[in-house]
T-cell receptor
Framework: SQQGEEDPQALSIQEGENATMNCSYK?????LQWYRQNSGRGLVHLIL?????REKHSGRLRVTLDTSKKSSSLLITASRAADTASYFC???????????????FGKGTKLSVIP | DGGITQSPKYLFRKEGQNVTLSCEQN?????MYWYRQDPGQGLRLIYY???????QKGDIAEGYSVSREKKESFPLTVTSAQKNPTAFYLC???????????FGSGTRLTVV
């Protein structure tokens, strides 16, 4: 079952513009993570925000989390053509107590940055 | 350089055949995972393993099998019981007590 749902499914912007992607989820979480996937490649971890945090920054990335609305947003500022990729949110809805957890991923937002 | 290696990059399977996808990591990570990715469907968890000689079913385990005989290796077998195996398969790993998965570059499986 999908826990996270990204919105929009696809986004096309001009280089230099900001890109905002949203993620909604259904159940309580410990943390929410964002990943990037270039076409035909594996996913790369971008940033994690814990359930007790509201905002986090990493370079040109800004992530917000609203646990009351069960939603998160990823903002990429001053986008570049190299940012063209799919972006996924992931939540850790399962924790077995054995030291790690299982992530559940959304369907992703496909971002195209036009030079 | 440390990382996860998936092989082969492309794999073709005939109807009724079993095929095995390889996943090897040299990151000394404890837990390993297999995900399946279909177009527009995101990633779905097939199997995961927290420790050697132990593994658990994910959301879509039917038609798949795994083993974890070594910490570094977590191969996935797609059996003939999996009726729609054409997909992109991703292996991931993580260390206990840390956050963030490291992913391999994937194997694209096609039924011919």
């Amino acid at each position: 079952s999908q826990q996270g749902e990204e919105d929009p499914q696809a986004l096309s912007i001009q280089e230099g513009e900001n890109a905002t992607m949203n993620c909604s989820y259904k159940t309580s979480i410990n943390n929410l993570q964002w990943y990037r996937q270039n076409s035909g490649r594996g996913l790369v971890h971008l940033i994690l925000i814990r359930s007790n945090e509201r905002e986090k920054h990493s370079g040109r990335l800004r992530v917000t989390l609203d646990t009351s609305k069960k939603s998160s947003s990823l903002l990429i500022t001053a986008s570049r053509a190299a940012d063209t990729a799919s972006y996924f949110c992931a939540t850790d809805v399962s924790y077995s107590g054995a030291g790690s957890y299982q992530l559940t991923f959304g369907k992703g937002t496909k971002l195209s940055v036009i030079p | 350089d440390g990382g996860i290696t998936q092989s082969p990059k492309y794999l073709f399977r005939k109807e009724g055949q079993n095929v095995t996808l390889s996943c090897e990591q040299n990151l000394n990570h404890d837990a390993m995972y297999w995900y399946r990715q279909d177009p527009g469907q995101g990633l779905r968890l097939i199997y995961y393993s927290q420790i050697v000689n132990d593994f658990q079913k994910g959301d879509i385990a039917e038609g798949y099998s795994v083993s974890r005989e070594k910490k570094e290796s977590f191969p996935l077998t797609v059996t003939s019981a999996q009726k729609n195996p054409t997909a992109f398969y991703l292996c991931a790993s993580t260390r206990w007590g840390t956050y963030g998965y490291t992913f391999g570059s994937g194997t694209r499986l096609t039924v011919v």
